[in-house]
T-cell receptor, first 115, second 115 residues
């Protein structure tokens, strides 16, 4: 099964700086999603980008998708202490009968924002 | 107040016992999912259900069982056959479509510890 891999595994930056994390996957996809997980909690959906889109914005989030390289990046601008969390990419396989029936999650990037 | 709930938050089990984790949603979602998360790892799919009275095995179904008798409920039983059940279990739900555009909504999780 395809597996998303986030890079780096861990990232520490000063508050106010930008944070960039990357995701690579192995097979063709319908869409790619990014989720955030605070320690010991459930995941929260951040943004979804379709396979025919190259860039998407949502507030301080910017996501890019390069299907030729099978990779995506998540940029968080002007980071805040509250952004401290783990971030996961998730993909669903092209050709799935019902699209989002099965998501494959990456191993995550642990982001720490230093006040 | 719509959402997805899991209970209990913490669960302790003796070796050889079966335990059932509860997952309830009032979002009117067709699809529901169970994931397992080990420390520092991503999510792995255990079972998923696209519709009432139907469910499919995920990537790590051995030692687990589920039922989907009601749209709102998708309980997971961790059986004694699961060799290493200590983990964080997450339930999620989503709307069902053929477009692949749907985010998953997650519950707060159940942390299971085998004593």
């Amino acid at each position: 099964s395809q597996q998303g891999e986030e890079d780096p595994q861990a990232l520490s930056i000063q508050e106010g700086e930008n944070a960039t994390m990357n995701c690579s996957y192995k097979t063709s996809i319908n869409n790619l999603q990014w989720y955030r997980q605070n320690s010991g909690r459930g995941l929260v959906h951040l943004i979804l980008i379709r396979s025919n889109e190259r860039e998407k914005h949502s507030g301080r989030l910017r996501v890019t998708l390069d299907t030729s390289k099978k990779s995506s990046s998540l940029l968080i601008t002007a980071s805040r202490a509250a952004d401290t969390a783990s971030y996961f990419c998730a993909t669903d396989a092209r050709g799935s009968n019902f699209g989002n029936e099965k998501l494959t999650f990456g191993t995550g990037t642990r982001l720490t924002i230093i006040p | 107040d719509g959402g997805i709930t899991q209970s209990p938050k913490y669960l302790f089990r003796k070796e050889g016992q079966n335990v059932t984790l509860s997952c309830e949603q009032n979002l009117n979602h067709d699809a529901m999912y169970w994931y397992r998360q080990d420390p520092g790892q991503g999510l792995r799919l255990i079972y998923y259900s696209q519709i009432v009275n139907d469910f499919q095995k995920g990537d790590i179904a051995e030692g687990y069982s589920v039922s989907r008798e009601k749209k709102e409920s998708f309980p997971l039983t961790v059986t004694s056959a699961q060799k290493n059940p200590t983990a964080f279990y997450l339930c999620a739900s989503s709307t069902r479509s053929g477009t692949g555009y749907n985010e998953q909504f997650f519950g707060p999780g159940t942390r299971l510890t085998v004593l």
